[in-house]
């Protein structure tokens, strides 16, 4: 434990080298973030000639160990014990504190997902450092190899870019869905090492008492979303929005006001208090775009508005407007699709249907809470 | 069976006012109203949930912040929190998580004994999300982070975190952090008599010399970390070109000429 200390600048700075990732793993297997440090870790690393050295926890760690090898990582250590088969606080950020003692790396990056963020902070305070929260871009400057992370701030509008200069490691979170799954090779050459961890019975007193995995995938790395607002009018709209979403395999997203309303669940909610997403395409049916949703969205590559208001907000941010009533927008839509669709089909007939995302039963739709 | 609670909040520039200067790009904060931050509403509603079904439990706030955060902790009070404490110094000023870390988990050491420390999910002006844990680990407690509910049963703590792949339900041992996300319940609104009674009680000022931290750990002396510019993002321009209800099949047309729509090409 850290005890009331300042962060302390250490003497010797020099003799921190090297990028550490730590791979966020669930089940044997890590995790798409965690994939995604390798590569700009991997940049960084090699631009100042040091290593990349990604570290995996789990039940077992043979399998993850070679994966992180070959996606790119030039030496890998791995901690086993069933102890380490869940993520929890205490026995996680001891292993990795205690790891930054014994390797010294000059740059440490966690994935900046929940429990990435769970853990980020508690390390940084234990190795009496800072971190910088979110990163969207991570450079190092190869003079003083000095970590440049930038993060967006105040609901997505400012680029902060925030330094670390005279304490070790320089730590930050990198945000999920902005950087690159590297290529996987199988002839990658890399160091492993497989280590058995003993944990302490104290750490363990935390009790997972229940996981109830989510049949919904996050919306934060779709490629398409279908968003649906209060221009809907009733809960059952959503079933045009998931119509039109199965045609081009997106996903559903949602403004609060729906989900407040228990029309859908939360987790299909976007903005400042649901999710932040950027995909490709993002369709806004019946949206106006208040500040508050925008923040989540505006970043997508293509914004597609369906609203009857011709002086909505969001158009202001749209690269295609129809100016209707989404009840009959969506079925000409989805219809004009399926025509679209099939002449594809017949062009080439063995093409691989697209992967779709898992469907929730938007009826079924109530919110579970334990009994207090 | 009453608990001892402490509640972190943060004061913040009302996210729906705050604006960017065109000129300077720099934030315009002034022009905004100050507001409790989001979360630490539903972080302060958790608590009084608590406390309604343990009697005899006594709610602590605390907020290390300029001195206008009064009008946040009397807020606060108004709804039923019992005490609040205010902690403003020069010296704090500039502080990044580390030391905003070190300076509420000193305040908390002067309080004494407590068994739930609840924060929220994140502040919405700079949203690191790391203030919470931090201060889990200068105190070296456990915790449990982005929770949507959570309660005290047979001398333990439960708490459900909402993970990005599931659910996962955690059991601890107090005393313990737990931090708290947006719309995880619905906050109450002030009463007036509580208000008046709010006014009456008032809050208590701490400084740097009440919770024996040197100077030169805290505020921006203390900080680890830099930020060294600020630049707005560059939005794309976008063309806001206009399709009619019936030119569905045109618009297709184009949405798959330009690459946007690709059934499974790519
Ligand atoms: C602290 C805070 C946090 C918030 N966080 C979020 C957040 O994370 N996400 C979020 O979304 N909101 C958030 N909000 C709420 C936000 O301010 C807006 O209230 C909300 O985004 C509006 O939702 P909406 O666009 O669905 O509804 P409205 O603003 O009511 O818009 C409905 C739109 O539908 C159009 N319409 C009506 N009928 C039709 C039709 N038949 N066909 C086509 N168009 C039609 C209307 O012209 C209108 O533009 C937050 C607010 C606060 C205070
Ligand atoms: C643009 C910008 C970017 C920044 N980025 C970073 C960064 O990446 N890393 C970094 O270390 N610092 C950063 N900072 C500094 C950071 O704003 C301060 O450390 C701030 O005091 C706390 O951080 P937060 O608002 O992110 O808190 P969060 O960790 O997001 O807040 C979570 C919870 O902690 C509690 N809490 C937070 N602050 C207080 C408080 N003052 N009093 C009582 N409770 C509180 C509340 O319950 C709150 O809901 C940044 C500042 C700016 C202006």
Known sequence: MAGLINAEKPSNIDDYKNVMVFLEARDGKIKKPGLEMISVGASMAHKVNEMLIGITFGESVGSMVKEAGEYGCDRVIGYESPDLKDFRTLPYATLLSDLILELKPNILLIPATRNGRDLASRIAVRSRTGVTADCTELDIDPNGRILQAR???YGESTLAEILCKSHRPQMAT????????????????YESEARKAKIKKEFMK???????????????????????????????????????????GAYVGASRPTVDLGWIGKDHQVGQTGQSVRPKVYIACGISGKAQHLMGMKLSENIISINTDPDAEINSISDYIINADLYEVLPKLVEAIRKKKSEFEMQSSNKKAEE???KENIEEKKEKKPPQ | MGLEIIVMIKQVPDSSEVVIDPVTFTLNRGAARNVINPADENAIEQALLIKDKNPGTNITVITMGPPFAETALLDCMSRGVDRAILVTDRAFAGADTYPTGLTLAATITKIGKFDIIYAGEESTDSSTGHVGPGVAEFLGIEQASYTSNSWAEDGYVFAERQLEDGVETIKMEPPCLITVLTNANMPREATLRKKID??????????????DLQPDWVGLK????????MRTINEKKREGKKFNVDEMDKFVDELVEKGILTFGVD
């Open chain 1, 151 to 153: 993060r967006p701030t």
């Open chain 1, 206 to 248: 935390k009790e997972i008492v229940d996981f109830k995995p989510k049949t919904t995938v996050d919306l934060t790395s779709a490629k398409y979303i279908v968003s649906g607002g209060l221009g809907l009018g009733k809960a059952s709209g959503f079933k045009l929005i998931q119509e039109l979403a199965d045609e081009i």
């Open chain 2, 222 to 229: 203390g900080s680890p970390t830099v930020v060294k510019s």
């Open chain 2, 198 to 211: 709010a006014m009456k009680k008032g809050i208590e000022t701490w400084t740097l010399a009440n919770i």
């Open chain 1, 174 to 189: 990198a945000r999920p869905g902005i950087f690159p799954v590297p290529e996987r090779k199988k002839d990658a050459k």
């Open chain 1, 356 to 358: 779709k995302p898992v």
